[in-house]
């Protein structure tokens, strides 16, 4: 009978310090955004095996960092992790492929993402020398930098002097 007394009196004392006014606060965890990301190679709309796909999000002035997905056998990536209200930038690189990126804000609603890759084009360049010409240099030779001509400092003029005679 002692024990159960004792027990009685430590047991309230041990609720009454989680109550609300002296235990922790409750804080729930932030809502988070479901988004999908299904890339397909754009000239066959074929899955894309592997890509990465990278999501960078920031919120309310703060960048939260990057993180990294693979696509699956079905081309999609999935992420779980970044809080609705956030602004997302998602970027996708595939070997062979042209990278691509979306931004977006991230909503309560599931958001589904679709990014076709193409193949990278020819870049084409057209470069000048230093005198604004059509560069005539072979590929991957520097230009040598001329230094602009030198100017004579002016010429003071000093009194004609006497010579004695």
Known sequence: MMVGVGLLTVLPAAVQGQ???HGRKYKPPPPIAHIVVTVEK???SKPLINAAVVFRSSKDGKDNGNLEVKTD???RA???LIEVGSHVTVQVIANGFATQAQEFDATMDDKEILIKMQRPRAQVSDYVDNDGKPAQRPAGTQEHVVAPPATNPPATTTPPTESPK
Request: overall charge negative; aromatic content about 8%; proline content about 0%.
């Open 19 to 21: 109550d609300s006014q």
């Open 42 to 44: 754009g000239f066959n």
């Open 73 to 75: 056998s079905e081309g």
């Open 78 to 80: 999935t992420m779980d």
